[in-house]
């Protein structure tokens, strides 16, 4: 249930991105991100239709939902127990956790993942709700990728996005192919 929260909660910002204000999307990726921190990172490219909306949102649903659990060591001590402890444990389960020698590619690669993250507020000018899903699933593969500890339950973050990317293309396809035959059929009526 915890792999899957944040799952859900995307999805919904993905919807809630196309079909409604920023306000929803941002209380759904703010409910992600109280799941998961890693999910922050689709925050430019969700904030893209309404940025001020959005960010009050998803700021107002984190700190509702993480507010009550800060410890009586408070944010420093939700920090080193959450993002700190994350950040530096060793783990085996990446390259990056067992070549101490590429620490400087990772880096490099983190920064490349960071600069993504941003570019997809910009570019494209205009997406609709497949090329919103292919951005996320990029963004967040970019960011696991560069995790020191990276398990394969984590695919079940990006997966739905690349779903939804590859059926929404599929449909597309599809839709063209079958009014092009019904164009191909059509007989010229004369006068």
């Known amino acids: 249930m915890r792999r899957i929260t944040p799952v859900v909660a995307?999805?919904?910002?993905?919807?809630?991105?196309?079909?409604?204000?920023?306000?929803?999307?941002?209380?759904?990726?703010?409910?992600?991100?109280?799941?998961?921190?890693?999910?922050?990172?689709?925050?430019?490219?969700?904030?893209?239709?309404?940025?001020?909306?959005?960010?009050?949102?998803?700021?107002?649903?984190l700190v509702a939902t993480v507010a009550p659990f800060v410890p009586d060591g408070g944010l420093r001590e939700l920090y080193d127990r959450t993002i700190g402890y994350q950040a530096s444990r060793p783990s085996p389960f990446s390259v990056w956790g067992q070549v101490e020698s590429?620490?400087?590619?990772?880096?490099?690669?983190?920064?490349?993942?960071?600069?993504?993250?941003?570019?997809?507020?910009?570019?494209?000018?205009?997406?609709?709700?497949?090329?919103?899903?292919?951005?996320?699933?990029?963004?967040?593969i970019a960011v696991q990728l560069v995790a020191t500890h990276w398990f394969y339950l984590y695919v079940v973050w990006f997966v739905p996005f690349v779903l939804v990317a590859v059926f929404a293309a599929t449909e597309r396809t599809l839709r063209e192919s079958a009014a092009e035959t019904r164009a191909e059929h059509e007989e010229p009526v004369f006068a």
Do not use: C, E, H, I
């Not at 409910?31 to 904030?47: E, G, H, I, R």
């Not at 880096?107 to 993942?113: E, P, Q, T």
């Not at 941003?118 to 699933?137: C, E, N, S, W």
């Open 10 to 61: 995307l999805l919904a910002a993905s919807l809630a991105r196309d079909y409604a204000n920023g306000v929803w999307t941002g209380v759904a990726l703010g409910l992600a991100s109280a799941a998961k921190f890693a999910t922050l990172a689709l925050a430019p490219l969700f904030a893209r239709r309404a940025p001020v909306a959005f960010l009050a949102a998803l700021l107002l649903a």
């Open 102 to 140: 590429l620490d400087w590619l990772q880096n490099m690669l983190k920064g490349a993942a960071a600069a993504l993250a941003l570019l997809v507020a910009f570019v494209p000018r205009r997406v609709d709700l497949r090329q919103t899903a292919a951005l996320g699933a990029g963004v967040l």
